[in-house]
């Protein structure tokens, strides 16, 4: 086994609906969009990640881009096969070898995946070379992320908005006591602020400039502190099918995202309503920790508390939170071997 352990590299994969990222020797070494350019003629990879985000909604009919992930989970095992691949095969460190490693690795997956889905992952991992593959759930490694000690006989709640998936969970002694899995998270958002701006602005913009918006002006409340500035975008006028351009506050965002962000709200209640006891007793005490790009979105954390009357707290790097997990438990094996499932 010695000579083999020489040879083999270990990764963490946190494969995301809108971002997938890789550690490898405890650095992100893959931090690009779950993308896809594909030739529909030929059927081959043009592009992926950061390039095929590029085209994304810009593309003539010979080439389509795919996003292979939908909610969190696979829904073009072709398209993520290759994706997965490409990003593996552009390590720095894996490059210059003179052929593939083999692959440890600890992909992690969403709480509400079935076992179908599960075993399409570790397929997918194992075709790419991975001689080892664990997979960790998703609320798990945002926890051990942020830094929580999830060995401990103490209750943690986490909120993890992603692009697919709000994943809510309270943790402890190393398991999910109850958690909550829905599908309203970045990529709703992004769909919300497109309907906004269609209805009332008569304005049409693409999934990309949406994106942008909710990156730059996007709030879950209207009364923020420090508020940032009107944006002005471009889009095609809906009455007269010219290009115009419009400008937009972020109270009118605010306004766009707040059905889906009560709903994520309704979640975070029903999750701690069934809690046991002894463990809301711990998370009054300890608060609400938030990961995920979603948990950017400004004023989201204080919309959260005083609904939930608890302090929430954000993770310090929330987009790689899940990542780092990921990482930390491929590291300890041995310490998280309870909590991966091979």
């Known amino acids: 086994m010695g000579f083999f352990d020489f040879l083999t590299e270990e990764i963490a994969i946190d494969l995301g609906t809108a971002n997938t990222l890789i550690i490898h020797n ?18 081959k990879i043009i592009a992926v990640g950061k390039e095929a985000n590029l085209m994304q909604g810009k593309t003539h009919e010979n080439i389509k881009t795919i996003r292979p992930l939908k909610d969190g989970v696979i829904a073009d095992f072709d398209a993520s096969e290759k994706m997965i691949n490409m990003f593996i095969k552009n390590i720095p460190a894996l490059k210059q070898k003179w052929f593939p490693p083999a692959l440890r690795m600890v992909i992690c997956i969403p709480s509400g995946i079935t076992e179908v889905e ?3 992952v570790k397929e997918s991992a194992e075709r790419v070379n991975g001689k080892e593959v664990y997979l960790i759930h998703e609320p798990m490694a945002a926890a051990i992320g942020i830094g929580l000690d999830i060995m401990q006989p103490k209750g943690n709640m986490i909120v993890d908005i992603g692009g697919g998936t709000t994943e809510i969970a309270v943790i402890a002694l190393g398991g999910i006591v109850c958690d909550k899995s829905v599908k309203i998270a970045g990529d709703v958002f992004t769909n919300d602020i497109i309907y906004y701006m269609r209805t009332q602005h008569n304005l049409y913009v693409g999934e990309a400039t949406a994106e942008n918006i909710k990156i730059e002006i996007g709030a879950a409340t209207e009364d923020l502190q420090t508020p940032p500035d009107d944006k002005s975008v471009q889009g095609r006028d809906l009455l007269t099918g010219k290009p115009k351009q419009v400008q937009i506050s972020y109270r009118e965002i605010a306004k766009a995202l707040d059905k889906s962000i009560l709903r994520v709200e309704d979640a975070v ?74």
């Open 26 to 43: 405890d650095k992100v070494v893959v931090d690009s969009p779950s993308i896809v350019a594909r030739d529909r003629i030929s059927g």
């Open 118 to 120: 599960m075993r399409a």
């Open 269 to 342: 209640m029903e999750t701690l309503s069934q809690t046991p006891p002894e463990l809301a007793a711990d998370i009054y005490n300890t608060g609400i920790y938030m990961a995920g790009g979603g948990s950017m979105l400004r004023g989201l954390d204080r919309r959260l508390s005083q609904k939930t009357d608890l302090p929430v707290y954000i993770a310090e790097d929330p987009l790689r939170a899940v990542v780092r997990g990921t990482g930390i438990a491929l590291k300890n094996l041995d310490r998280y071997k309870s909590i991966l499932i091979k």
